[in-house]
């Protein structure tokens, strides 16, 4: 069974919660994020690339999806 999930966009391979690192998809990743109050990249990249953002928070999220004003 290929270990990365299907849609995964995350282009950080060396990340440890990767679903390519470990047999357990996504879930290391959103528990991660969940306890960071953070969205993680997948989501960024639906709006624009994750790559470089000042911050991951769900506020900063926000801003751009209003400021991208996607329907």
């Known amino acids: 069974m290929d270990r990365l999930s299907p849609f995964c966009t995350c282009s950080d391979l060396a990340c440890p919660y990767h679903p390519s690192n470990h047999s357990r998809g996504c879930a290391p990743c959103i528990a991660k994020n969940l306890a960071e109050h953070e969205v ?15 911050s991951y928070s769900i506020r900063s999220f926000a801003e751009l999806v209003v400021e991208k004003d996607l329907r």
């Open 40 to 54: 993680p990249s997948c989501l960024w990249n639906l709006v624009d690339t994750a790559k470089d953002q000042p």
